[in-house]
Antibody, heavy 116, light 107 residues
Framework: QVQLVQSGAEVKSPGASVKVSCKASGYTVTIYYIHWVRQAPGQGPEWMGFINPRDGSATYAQKFQGRIAMTTDPSTSTLYMELTSLTSDDTAVYYC?????????WGQGTMVPVSS | DIRMTQSPSSLSASVGDRVTISCRASQGISNYLAWYQQKPGKSPKLLIY???ALPSGVPSRFSGSGSGTDFTLTIGSLQPEDVATYYCQKYNGAPWTFGQGTKVDIK
């Protein structure tokens, strides 16, 4: 079945970076864009951007420009989202989601607490 | 950027009631509007796309309507398993902005 399986929780210190992985299976990975969405505790989802797995091109939300990178490893059907210069405001659950009809398949989420 | 505004922010209704949630875009987005359901501790789940289309497996008591700037999600007969927070999202181009959510519970 179609699945997105994300990497496990990571605790980070302020100023550090985090790289979250999202392994796709059950469909042809190069056909569908992958989006990244985060959700801070008690808040609504926040869209971060998307990547075209076919060519690696990405579009980022303006808020994250300069400290975000979305990449892909076609050999393992795995997508990555790296966020640098973390602050406590980046504490959130990070999701990957497939762009089919809107965001039709979601990963299980990766919790990233940022704390000193 | 286009802003998405949902109302109400929360509601409480009885089992079997008809429930409506509104979502307004600050500019026209045609029918590029999706609704998601999120239960506590879970990932969002796609409920409606293209303003009114139901993905396979979504119960028929859920329906969506609207175009342009004003959209509505309707739960035809509220069930206990519908307790969740509902979000709208525009997807006619970046950024894919979400509404702030509507929390639905049982009275």
């Amino acid at each position: 079945q179609v699945q997105l399986v994300q990497s496990g929780a990571e605790v980070k210190s302020p100023g550090a970076s985090v790289k979250v992985s999202c392994k796709a299976s059950g469909y042809t990975v190069t056909i569908y864009y992958i989006h990244w969405v985060r959700q801070a505790p008690g808040q609504g989802p926040e869209w971060m951007g998307f990547i075209n797995p076919r060519d690696g091109s990405a579009t980022y939300a303006q808020k994250f420009q300069g400290r975000i990178a979305m990449t892909t490893d076609p050999s393992t059907s795995t997508l990555y989202m790296e966020l640098t210069s973390l602050t406590s405001d980046d504490t959130a659950v990070y999701y990957c989601a497939r762009e089919g009809s809107a965001l039709d398949v979601w990963g299980q989420g990766t919790m990233v607490p940022v704390s000193s | 950027d286009i802003r998405m505004t949902q109302s109400p922010s929360s509601l409480s209704a009885s089992v079997g009631d008809r429930v409506t949630i509104s979502c307004r875009a600050s500019q026209g987005i045609s029918n590029y509007l999706a609704w998601y359901q999120q239960k506590p501790g879970k990932s969002p789940k796609l409920l409606i796309y293209a303003a009114s289309a139901l993905p396979s497996g979504v119960p028929s008591r859920f329906s969506g309507s609207g175009s342009g700037t004003d959209f509505t999600l309707t739960i035809g007969s509220l069930q206990p398993e519908d307790v969740a927070t509902y979000y709208c999202q525009k997807y006619n181009g970046a950024p894919w902005t979400f509404g702030q959510g509507t929390k639905v519970d049982i009275k």
